[in-house]
C-alpha cells in the first residue's frame, strides 16, 4: 500500500506464500570469514567467502558459464571473479548478466579486483524502478570504469535503467523474475 493501493485481503494466502521467493538463505553467515590480501578490508565475510568459491567452483566445474546473480549477491560475484583469477580461469566467464544489484566502484575495491578484471568479459546490468539514486550512479561508475579499461576487448559494458526506456518497462521491481511485467 506505499506505492499503491493496499493488496487484496483475499489474496494474502496467495502473497505469503510466493513471498519465500524473494527471501535470501543466509546460514552461511555462520560459516568462517577469510582473508584476502588485496581487498579492502582483508578480512572477508562468510557470504561473499562461501558464495564466490562456490561460484567460481561451478563456472569450473561447468568448464565455462555466463552467470546472472541478482540483488545481494552482486558482491558475491566479484569475489567469483577475484578467485577465477587468482586460479588462472577467469577466462571461464563468458558473460555477466545483472538484473538487480548495487555494485559500484567502492566493491571493486572491496574485492580486490579492478575493471581490467572484465575486459573480456560480455556485461549487462539492469535496474527497474524504484532504484536508489546513489545505486544507479554507482552502477553508471563501475560499467564506464570497465569501458575506460584499456584491456576491454569485447563489446562495451552496458547498463540499463528499465524505467528509462519509454515507459515500457515501468512497474519492474527489484523482483524482475516475479514481476506481472517480466
Given at each position: 500500500g506505499?506505492?499503491?493501493?493496499a493488496p487484496n485481503p483475499a489474496n494474502n494466502d496467495y502473497l505469503a506464500l510466493n513471498y519465500y521467493k524473494q527471501l535470501v538463505p543466509n546460514?552461511?553467515?555462520l560459516l568462517?570469514?577469510?582473508e584476502c590480501p588485496t581487498c579492502n578490508p582483508t578480512t572477508i565475510a562468510p557470504d561473499s567467502t562461501w558464495s564466490g568459491r562456490a561460484m567460481a567452483d561451478l563456472v569450473e566445474?561447468?568448464?565455462?558459464?555466463i552467470v546472472s546473480p541478482h540483488s545481494q549477491s552482486g558482491i558475491h560475484l566479484l569475489h567469483m571473479v577475484r578467485i577465477l583469477r587468482e586460479r588462472g580461469?577467469?577466462?571461464l566467464v563468458k558473460g555477466i548478466i545483472i538484473p538487480e544489484s548495487a555494485i559500484g566502484l567502492n566493491t571493486f575495491e572491496q574485492a580486490g579486483i579492478t575493471p581490467q578484471d572484465f575486459g573480456h568479459i560480455p556485461f549487462l546490468l539492469m535496474n527497474g524502478d524504484y532504484r536508489q539514486a546513489g545505486a544507479r550512479e554507482g552502477n553508471r561508475a563501475m560499467v564506464a570504469a570497465m569501458n575506460a579499461s584499456p584491456t576491454r576487448s569485447v563489446s562495451p559494458a552496458t547498463y540499463i535503467d528499465l524505467d528509462g526506456i519509454g515507459g515500457r518497462f515501468r512497474g519492474t521491481t527489484h523482483m524482475t523474475m516475479v514481476g506481472t511485467n517480466a
Amino acid at each position: 500500500g506505499a506505492i499503491g493501493p493496499a493488496p487484496n485481503p483475499a489474496n494474502n494466502d496467495y502473497l505469503a506464500l510466493n513471498y519465500y521467493k524473494q527471501l535470501v538463505p543466509n546460514f552461511e553467515a555462520l560459516l568462517p570469514t577469510s582473508e584476502c590480501p588485496t581487498c579492502n578490508p582483508t578480512t572477508i565475510a562468510p557470504d561473499s567467502t562461501w558464495s564466490g568459491r562456490a561460484m567460481a567452483d561451478l563456472v569450473e566445474h561447468l568448464g565455462g558459464a555466463i552467470v546472472s546473480p541478482h540483488s545481494q549477491s552482486g558482491i558475491h560475484l566479484l569475489h567469483m571473479v577475484r578467485i577465477l583469477r587468482e586460479r588462472g580461469k577467469l577466462h571461464l566467464v563468458k558473460g555477466i548478466i545483472i538484473p538487480e544489484s548495487a555494485i559500484g566502484l567502492n566493491t571493486f575495491e572491496q574485492a580486490g579486483i579492478t575493471p581490467q578484471d572484465f575486459g573480456h568479459i560480455p556485461f549487462l546490468l539492469m535496474n527497474g524502478d524504484y532504484r536508489q539514486a546513489g545505486a544507479r550512479e554507482g552502477n553508471r561508475a563501475m560499467v564506464a570504469a570497465m569501458n575506460a579499461s584499456p584491456t576491454r576487448s569485447v563489446s562495451p559494458a552496458t547498463y540499463i535503467d528499465l524505467d528509462g526506456i519509454g515507459g515500457r518497462f515501468r512497474g519492474t521491481t527489484h523482483m524482475t523474475m516475479v514481476g506481472t511485467n517480466a
